[in-house]
T-cell receptor
Framework: EAGVAQSPRYKIIEKRQSVAFWCNPI?????LYWYQQILGQGPKLLIQ????????DSQLPKDRFSAERLKGVDSTLKIQPAKLEDSAVYLC??????????????FGPGTRLLVL | ELKVEQNPLFLSMQEGKNYTIYCNYS?????LYWYRQDPGKSLESLFV?????AVKQEGRLMASLDTKARLSTLHITAAVHDLSATYFC??????????FGTGTLLAVQP
């Protein structure tokens, strides 16, 4: 079974530029998560989708971050404009064949973003 | 607000020794996870603990859960270098989102 795929793996941009990350979850997983992991910290949830709908985006900085999940499969996370403090690893995870609550989340390899 | 604390933050061990990582959380939850992260890599699921008194073991790692004390432990037996990594505990919130601890960086020295 293929795992969670993410691209790009690395990205370097200057502040105030825009950037987008892509995630393809495990086939059949209804729930998709984007986490931000700043160096030396544990991951923090940015947004959670179940199928096409947003379940939780309470910690997403909506003035600069946006995310969508087209057709309940792939997802894109965008930052516009980027700030220095956005430098982090952005992890995508997916869970559950039926969107149930108790499934383990499986993480992708992450996108490492450096904002200069 | 659900908060998760781990200690120690850094652990240097000699091969062959035993040690325990502690994970405390602030409010009730029905699931607690342990993940491993190697440098520059993503998170690998190790254990999921679902009920009070749950104990799971895989190789030299054993995890346990005390929901009354809101405490989980990850015990390392006879450490080997391959166990060097950062270990995170994570507690599931109301919508299945995970609240992670700060992580414990484990370095096993020969």
């Amino acid at each position: 079974e293929a795992g969670v795929a993410q691209s790009p793996r690395y990205k370097i941009i200057e502040k105030r530029q825009s950037v987008a990350f892509w995630c393809n979850p495990i086939s059949g997983h209804a729930t998709l998560y984007w986490y931000q992991q700043i160096l030396g910290q544990g991951p923090k949830l940015l947004i959670q989708f179940q199928n096409n709908g947003v379940v939780d985006d309470s910690q997403l900085p909506k003035d600069r971050f946006s995310a969508e999940r087209l057709k309940g499969v792939d997802s894109t996370l965008k930052i516009q404009p980027a700030k220095l403090e956005d430098s982090a690893v952005y992890l995508c995870a997916s869970s559950g064949l039926a969107g149930g609550r108790k499934e383990t989340q499986y993480f992708g390899p992450g996108t490492r973003l450096l904002v200069l | 607000e659900l908060k998760v604390e781990q200690n120690p933050l850094f652990l240097s061990m000699q091969e062959g020794k035993n040690y325990t990582i502690y994970c405390n959380y602030s409010t009730t939850s029905d699931r607690l996870y342990w993940y491993r992260q190697d440098p520059g890599k993503s998170l690998e699921s190790l254990f999921v603990l679902l009920s009070n008194g749950a104990v799971k073991q895989e190789g030299r790692l054993m995890a346990s859960l005390d929901t009354k004390a809101r405490l989980s432990t990850l015990h390392i037996t006879a450490a080997v270098h391959d166990l060097s990594a950062t270990y995170f505990c994570a507690v599931a919130g109301a919508t299945n989102k995970l609240i992670f601890g700060t992580g414990t960086l484990l370095a096993v020295q020969p």
